[in-house]
């Protein structure tokens, strides 16, 4: 696995459901930036579980869908990952994974799986994939 870094370019967060004492969830997107293996930008969307009267996720797991456009391991196209992130007072952990067939352009056929985890705009992630013909 590689280390790398991504940074938060935008975060647009608003309540879905519940009210701020109670159990509820928002629906969160976000921009970022990609350096290292990943080279690009990519647009996502999350929805956040918040336990009634806490400000963070305590230990639940949130889903996400993310777009990347760029390159991976100098191959250019775009790709699409699934996410199941946590969230607490000590920062963001999270699993996540290539969706089959998103790839398009060189990165058709990518496939892989990686982790997210940070405490500020700048996060580090790993990313053990394959490329097609590898």
Not at 2 to 24: A, C, I, K, L, Y
Not at 51 to 67: I, Y
Not at 91 to 97: A, D, E
Request: hydrophobic share 30%.
């Amino acid at each position: 696995m590689s280390e790398n870094t991504f940074t938060m370019r935008s975060w647009q967060e608003d309540v879905v459901s519940g009210g701020e004492d109670e159990p509820h969830y928002t629906h969160a997107h976000a921009t970022f930036t990609y350096s290292g293996v990943i080279e690009g930008s990519s647009t996502c969307d999350y929805l956040l579980y918040y336990p009634g009267g806490q400000t963070d996720g305590a230990g639940a797991t949130s889903p996400g869908l993310e777009r990347i456009e760029g390159s991976v391991d100098g191959r250019s196209g775009t790709f699409m990952i699934k996410h199941d992130v946590g969230f607490g007072e000590h920062g963001v952990t999270g699993i996540w994974q290539v969706l089959p067939g998103s790839g398009t352009s060189e990165l058709a056929g990518l496939s892989g799986n990686g982790t997210i985890y940070g405490a500020s705009e700048t996060m580090a992630y790993t990313f053990d994939y394959k490329l097609a013909g590898q």
